[in-house]
């Protein structure tokens, strides 16, 4: 089973994404609120996946990718945004995000985008 | 809050959501008194709208969702147009409306009514604001680049080196129906096209994701040119690998003359081409954009409670399942130690074990209880909203004193406090505070101050209302008890005290007219019963014309009680020792029947009900002769009724236990509120004297 680190500051998302996770055979093995704690659970876990928001207090989403990456270069960090944030996805990809999901998420499109994430890192 | 475990995802959108909301309100008044809106305030607001939208969205209610949703443009307006020219009580009345709106509807999910509230006249409201602050500014439009404006020439070293390998391939690529966000897609893809090729060109040539975008993409593809060494199939494999890709068309050109790496775009050839875009094939632009601003909110720790760092949600039933099991413990603990099998044995070593064992269990039971204690501060807080708003309404100067609202008191107990408290100080400023006028005349400072205080006072916990306005008047209320046919003794024989809890009792003005907020009458027996479902109770004191003050006494927690046990009827039940008044061994001639047949008895010069309660509870008993067994005068909110009982047993505190559920709603058991057990294992009854008393009256 594939293990992912849910990273958003409202709990109500990371509830959300972790009810569509876990529905379709993923563990959620950690939560995190914002970039700093997201870091942290990072290096402390090594999840498959990272499902990161972009907009965050204390350190935002491109950030914490940046640090993420910056320690390990194959992690998988699914960046997740609000419409109107094109901006910040752009800088998130020229960052080295390789993909991104929507809110609201749809849970065929979330499915979508992490299995294929597996199948081509495989 | 109702239980939605059921549905986890909205109790958590419930719980959340609320929370925010109670931040933002805070956050608004706060500003309002220091009086202007810095960056960080806005960004806060920016950010709580930004997430109650989101997560509204995802629970798809689109009365909050488009709500939150014109909150958040209008605060990114005020983020991105840094100037202060715009209205600010405007804008902070058009925060609390929304904070309003949002708390209705959150409040009718809550009870599961389908919310249906039209959302229309306010994001118009505020669309309407918008569009006249930003007619004010400078129309910048956001479409144009912000910040440094990078032309980034497409990469890899093949500027010079037209080698023979390189081949050029043109391609269109389209996407899912409904995936959405086409043009960030296409930018992702165009991105990781750069690893394997160059002088990348594309229509649309601008791939931000703006609506226009996305449709172009959607209806005609993405189209690309671009320069590589690999082979088709390598090529053709790569872009398949495009997530959410529906179609991909690719062809091999020979034609080199597209994509050239210099800054002018409006070539020539490019236009000969026939394409009906204006300008062909734009070279791939990146903006960078100051992070600083937009992403990075920084926490506004003065506003908010620093505290959420080391704080844990907890399921409130679970903390009722520990108080519970706490109390359990602490029951058997003395079924051990008080255990008869051990009853005149000398046991030294037992008896110090015994003793640690107490000592532990009484920590925990310490514990458990401080883990569900809640601070009054956020019930306290909510008040400066009500003052805010009423005070604006009538037009009076008040300013609202919270003291003591660390003050804790247990999480169930809180939710009884708010609305009494409300009506309190809706009470005070509406009856209690002069208008304006009235005080300058009087000399009283024009600012008229409203105190709320909480503090600890042995067992309890006190809550004060207290205001400077214009006190009761003994004379006003008399009269008007007069006139109810309340009083039967002569006025002098009747204190202040007396005479203000009139005020208790169910409709009950002093005010010719009934206003929006008091003067029905419906409100001070309200706040009583209120306080009494948590065994508290409220007195009054005032001197006419300098203010009233308002007492609530509230028990640290419902769980434990002082009660004293007596037995009836054979069996065992404990009386809350608050509502003992006394108890006394009576006379067969001190009771008699009155015309309707019901059993009296005189004490001092006055009546009160007798109830026996082996006749209550149905019971079997030889104790009926009143001289043979213990009267007990219990009261309820100044109503008194005499308890006939069979002999007291004796005072103690109690683990309040919850009758169970099965017979809770098997039938309403009157007059018992709760059982509890006994140190030797036997079982008692709490009585309920409130219910108890409206039986015998």
């Known amino acids: ?122 | 809050m109702q239980d939605h475990t059921q549905e986890p995802l909205l109790e958590m959108f419930i719980f959340e959501t609320v929370q925010l909301l109670e931040q933002l309100e805070q956050l608004v008044i706060s500003i309002e008194k220091s009086g202007f809106f810095d960056q960080d305030a806005i960004n806060e607001i920016f950010r709580i709208m930004h997430t109650i939208k989101g997560s509204s969205t995802m629970m798809n209610i689109g009365s909050i969702s488009s709500v939150a949703h014109s909150v958040e443009d209008l605060f990114y307006i005020l983020r991105e147009n840094k100037t202060s020219g715009f209205d600010q009580s405007k804008v902070s009345d058009i925060i609390l409306e929304s904070i309003d709106f949002i708390k209705e509807e959150v409040r009718l999910l809550d009870s599961g009514v389908s919310n249906n509230g039209d959302a229309g006249p306010l994001t118009g409201k505020i669309r309407n604001f918008i569009s006249e602050i930003s007619g004010q500014q400078d129309n910048r439009q956001s479409t144009t680049a912000d910040g440094t404006e990078e032309q980034e020439y497409t990469e890899g070293s093949n500027d010079t080196n037209r080698q023979e390998n390189l081949k050029t391939y043109s391609s269109v690529i389209f996407f899912d129906d409904d995936c959405g966000m086409e043009g960030m897609r296409a930018f992702s893809l165009i991105h990781n096209l750069k690893d394997i090729a160059s002088d990348i060109s594309h229509i649309p040539e601008n791939l931000t994701s703006d609506a226009d975008t996305d449709t172009i993409i959607r209806n005609s593809g993405l189209k690309i040119r671009f320069m590589t060494e690999h082979t088709y199939e390598e090529v053709y494999n790569f872009l398949s690998q495009t997530i959410f890709l529906k179609k991909v068309e690719l062809t091999e050109t020979t034609d080199v003359a597209a994509g050239e790496t210099d800054d002018s775009r409006n070539k020539g050839n490019d236009e000969s081409r026939g394409e009906n875009d204006s300008r062909l094939y734009g070279q791939t632009e990146l903006r960078s954009v100051d992070p600083q601003q937009n992403v990075r909110s920084n926490d506004v720790s003065g506003r908010l409670s620093a505290s959420q760092h080391s704080i844990v949600s907890v399921n409130v039933a679970k903390l009722d399942k520990l108080m519970d099991l706490v109390g359990e413990l602490v029951i058997s603990e003395a079924m051990v130690t008080q255990n008869p099998d051990l009853e005149g044995l000398t046991l030294d070593n037992f008896q110090k074990a015994a003793r640690q064992h107490r000592k532990i269990i009484s920590e925990l039971q310490d514990i458990a209880m401080s883990i569900r204690m809640v601070p009054l501060s956020a019930t306290f807080q909510k008040m400066h909203r009500i003052v805010r708003d009423m005070s604006r309404k009538l037009d009076k100067d008040v300013r609202l004193e919270i003291i003591g609202e660390e003050t804790e008191v247990d999480k169930n107990i809180i939710e009884h406090i708010s609305d009494p408290l409300m009506h309190l100080i809706r009470n005070a400023l509406d009856h209690g505070i002069e208008p304006k006028e009235e005080r300058r005349a009087k000399g009283k400072p024009v600012t008229a101050v409203v105190t709320l205080e909480a503090k600890n006072a042995g067992g309890d916990v006190l809550i004060i209302v207290k205001d400077d306005g214009r006190g009761l008047n003994r004379q006003k209320i008399l009269a008007r008890a007069k006139e109810n046919g309340l009083v039967s003794r002569p006025d002098s024989e009747l204190t202040d005290k007396e005479i203000f809890s009139f005020v208790f009792l169910p409709g009950f003005s002093t005010k010719e007219k009934a206003t929006e907020y008091s003067g029905r009458g419906v409100g001070m027996d309200v706040v009583a019963k209120n306080i009494g479902v948590i065994g508290g109770n409220v007195s009054l004191s005032s001197v006419e014309g300098e203010g009233t003050a308002i007492t609530i006494k509230i028990p640290l927690t419902l769980a434990i009680m002082d009660g004293m046990t007596i037995a009836a009827g054979g069996h065992k039940y404990t009386i809350p020792t608050l509502s003992i008044r006394e108890s006394f061994k009576a006379k067969e001639t001190d009771v008699f029947q009155d015309p309707d047949g019901n059993e009296m008895i005189m004490i001092r010069g006055e009546c009160y009900p007798v109830l026996r309660l082996y006749e209550v509870f149905k019971l079997d008993t030889c104790v009926t002769n009143i001289s043979d067994g213990i009267i007990v005068m219990v009261e309820n909110q100044g109503k008194c009724i005499c308890l006939f009982t069979d002999e007291l047993i004796g005072e103690q505190q109690v683990v309040v236990k919850a009758l169970p559920d099965y017979i809770k709603k098997f039938k309403k058991v009157r007059g018992v509120a709760g059982c509890t057990l006994l140190g030797d294992g036997s079982i008692s009854l709490i009585l309920d004297i409130g219910g108890l008393v409206e039986y015998g009256a």
């Not at chain 1, 089973?1 to 972790?18: C, G």
């Not at chain 1, 290096?43 to 965050?56: A, C, F, N, Q, S």
């Not at chain 1, 944030?85 to 080295?96: C, D, M, S, T």
Request: glycine share 4%; net charge negative; proline share 3%.
């Open chain 1, 1 to 122: 089973m594939k293990s992912v680190l849910v990273v958003d500051d409202a709990s109500f998302m990371r509830l959300a994404l972790k009810t569509m996770l876990e529905k379709n055979g993923y563990k959620v093995v950690a939560e995190a609120e914002n970039g700093i704690k997201a870091v942290e659970k990072y290096k402390e876990l090594h999840p498959d996946i990272v499902t990161l928001d972009i907009t965050m207090p204390e350190m935002d989403g491109i950030s914490a990718l940046k640090e993420i990456l910056s320690y390990d270069p194959n992690a998988i960090v699914i960046m997740a945004s609000a419409l109107g944030q094109e901006v910040y996805i752009k800088e998130a990809i020229l960052a080295g995000a390789k993909y991104f999901i929507v809110k609201p998420f749809k849970e065929e499109h979330i499915v979508t985008v992490l299995n294929k994430v597996l199948s081509e890192r495989r």
